[in-house]
């Protein structure tokens, strides 16, 4: 019989080991992997964001833009090594997935959530004129020779981008009298 207080060899693997630990790296997860299709530009912030935000959560990485995964402190040294490892990768997702002016613009953030951040502050803003360029398509938009699921699937298309840049607040006092008017 043997030592039954003998550690296994599964109980000694280490935690990053585990897929589902926010700090595991997996061996397909190198800097150059695309996590997203479509590089972000001055006009495709939120697309873009949304995109990047399921693949990020895909690889059970959010938590290092939205701060949820924080950086440990000195005495952790494993693990902090492991973090640094994990924010160092997911910037050089990030900033694969930008138009080189705005990677250079950004390259010196000091990690994923400063980034994360920057490009947030930079690109959320609601821009009038293209609500106005896309309701516009939605009002010249016709079936002509499309099939009607063409047609629809453009018009779906075309009215959750508008939702996506003025996306109608939480209803609160007052604030459902200016949504309707609008």
Known sequence: MGDTNKPTQLSMASKFDNPNHPLYLHHSDQPGLVLVSQVLTEENYNVWNHSMTVALMVKNKYGFVDESILRPN????????????????????????????????????EGAKAIWDELYKRFSQVN??????????????IQGT????????????????????????ACQYGTMKEELSY
Not at 149 to 168: A, N
Request: hydrophobic share 40%.
């Open 146 to 169: 499309m099939s009607i699921s063409s047609y629809f699937t453009r018009l779906k298309g075309l009215w959750d981008e508008k939702d996506v840049l003025f996306p109608i607040a």
């Open 128 to 141: 009038n004129i293209q609500v106005l360029h896309i309701e516009n398509e939605i009002h010249d938009c």
């Open 74 to 109: 000195e005495d952790a040294e494993d693990k902090l090594q492991q973090w640094i490892r994990c924010n160092n990768l997911i910037k050089t997702w990030i900033l694969g997935s930008l138009s080189k002016e705005i990677a250079a613009s950004v390259f010196y953030c």
